[in-house]
């Protein structure tokens, strides 16, 4: 396999390593830096570093957008300009909707791996990077099947865990798990910083709580910057809600009502375990066979449904038929649960569908 990055940064760069090492695929490269290239050969990420976009995709199956959201839409743009027809395009931005919205084609399949470093570029690259990560994939009506699953599988191959979602879900999710977090932990060291430095104090040993919650401040303003604006109005809204909870918390502390701050902190240790129980979820695979029609956005119907209902797809296959007028769509769910429920679903869209 031919696989194009474009963008030889951490991610970038990670992807090619795993697909390397992963996949024996033969990878090029190419990257508005020329040091990033160079980097990217020394590492052993890429097999060749290209001297321009339309190098790098000659003659792709894959080709990932791996730059800074600020300029995502419009390298996006000129990668399916310049790329085969049978080529499959994706990125790794950590906002969806503009992007998404920008390139109603068929073999775009916006993407956000939910992975990465403090570390910024290549020389922080790691193959095992998306191991058991959660891959997010947006398709739309216009996704040709057989270009979703080739990238699904191929992310299935690397180690992640691909999963469907609608582009204005994705961004409101990651409002609340990462860009909030982001803002929170500058927040937080500002304040530690300034109360400090008030009271004339030198600059304590901090705690495991501190380090922890703090760990993502200050992540590189070249990626971050870009983040903050294009998801601006979602994340917004999350630090007004944020504002809604700290001011009943503090109304909480001011009230010195023992009951009422153990509930409190009794029901952030529910909500966490919750939260964790649901990453964590898995069981035994189950095998699903729908029959569907061969039309454009059939495949990203199915996914879309089964991953608003929360019911992950751990692989997937398609059969078509011979004439190419149907096929079947293999999924392989797991837990027994989730798998009647994906069945229950994918009959709902009137799709005949049985378990292997």
């Known amino acids: 396999m031919r696989i194009a990055v474009v963008g030889v940064g951490l991610i970038g760069g990670s992807i090619a390593l795993a697909a ?10 190419w990257d508005a830096s020329a040091q990033a290239m160079r980097l990217a050969l020394d590492r052993g990420a890429i097999d060749r570093a290209c001297t321009g976009l339309s190098e790098a995709v000659d003659g792709a199956e894959v080709a990932f957008v791996a730059v800074p959201v600020g300029s995502l839409t419009e390298t996006v743009g000129a990668t399916l300009a310049a790329a085969p027809r049978e080529c499959v395009i994706t990125d ?15 073999r775009f399949v916006g993407g956000h791996p939910l992975a990465g470093a403090e570390a910024a570029g290549v020389q922080h690259a790691r193959a095992d990077l998306f191991e058991r990560a959660t891959w997010y994939l947006t398709p739309t ?23 469907a979602i609608d582009p ?25 910083a300034q109360t400090l430095a008030a009271g004339g104090e030198r600059l304590p040993a901090t705690g495991p ?5 703090a760990r993502v401040a200050g992540a590189p303003s070249a990626i971050w910057t870009d983040i903050y604006l294009s998801n601006r109005d ?10 809604e909870r700290l001011t009943e918390v503090r109304d909480t502390l001011a009230s010195a009502d023992e009951r009422r701050i153990a509930a409190w902190n009794d029901a952030a240790a529910d909500d966490r375990r919750r939260l964790l129980e649901a990453e964590l979820a898995g069981g035994q695979l189950f095998e699903l066979r729908a029959s569907v029609p061969n039309r454009p956005g059939v495949i990203a119907e199915l996914a879309l449904e089964l ?22 769509v293999a999924l392989w769910i797991a ?3 989730a798998a009647a429920r994906a069945q229950e679903l994918v009959a709902g869209l009137g799709f005949p569908v049985a378990r292997a």
Do not use: C, W
């Open 20 to 29: 390397r090492e992963r996949l024996g695929a033969r990878v090029v490269g």
């Open 92 to 106: 790794v931005g950590s906002t969806k909707r503009a992007v998404v919205a920008a390139h109603a084609d068929g």
């Open 141 to 163: 009506a216009q996704t040709s099947g057989v270009l979703y699953e080739r990238l699904y599988r191929l992310l299935h191959d690397l180690g992640a865990r691909p999963a």
């Open 168 to 192: 204005d879900t994705h961004d409101s999710i990651l409002a609340a798990v990462s860009h909030l977090p982001h803002v929170l932990a500058n927040v937080l060291v500002s304040q530690a």
């Open 209 to 213: 709580s501190f380090r922890d919650a």
């Open 234 to 243: 979602v994340l917004a809204t999350e630090i007004d809600h944020t504002i």
């Open 307 to 328: 991953g608003r209902a929360g019911v992950n797809i751990t692989d997937m296959a398609l059969y078509p038929a011979a004439d190419m007028s149907d096929g079947v």
């Open 335 to 337: 837990g027994e649960d």
